[in-house]
């Protein structure tokens, strides 16, 4: 895999997912996760077509096993090969993944996208923290939130 990667599994850990094209971000958000303590298993894709194989266990993605189903999903907007809005789109048409929290974590604070995003199904839509520090507050929070104490659909429920 190129930019695409995981973090090694561990059993009960909840999947999360990061589409995200810029490695810096990446980089910068796999810091985070690891200083705010977040106990997950972080998958990261770097573009849209590259997120809907994965969601779809296509491909490379097919081994449920190296690459299982997340229990959240954080989403850039400004995707190379197709956008985060229609990746949010195609996920919410799919029956297996309409629960499956999606919050788009991206630099645009452009009203356009912030309506779009919620119209087509985000949880929540959330501006990139520039500072490493801010970063890893929002990831604490998200994890306290999104990964602790949100209850959702169980996975049978939602067509699994």
Not at 6 to 32: H, I
Not at 95 to 105: C, E, F, G, K, Y
Request: cysteine-free.
């Amino acid at each position: 895999m190129s930019s695409d990667e995981v973090m090694p599994l561990e059993a009960g850990v909840p999947s999360v997912m990061l589409v995200e094209d810029n490695p810096d971000d990446v980089l910068l958000t796999r810091r985070a996760v690891r200083k705010a303590g977040l106990r997950i298993s972080l998958s990261v894709v770097g573009d849209g077509d590259d997120a809907v194989a994965y969601l779809e266990g296509s491909g490379a993605y097919a081994d449920r096993g190296t690459f299982p189903l997340p229990a959240l999903i954080l989403l850039d907007l400004k995707l190379p090969k197709r956008s985060g809005l229609d990746v949010l789109q195609w996920i919410r048409a799919r029956q297996a993944l309409a629960t499956t929290p999606v919050i788009v974590l991206t630099s645009s604070t452009e009203e356009e996208d912030i309506e779009q995003a919620y119209r087509r199904g985000a949880n929540s839509y959330l501006q990139k923290p520039v500072a490493f520090g801010e970063l890893a507050r929002m990831l604490v929070v998200l994890g306290s939130y999104w990964i602790d104490t949100n209850l959702t659909a169980p996975r049978s429920a939602a067509g699994y």
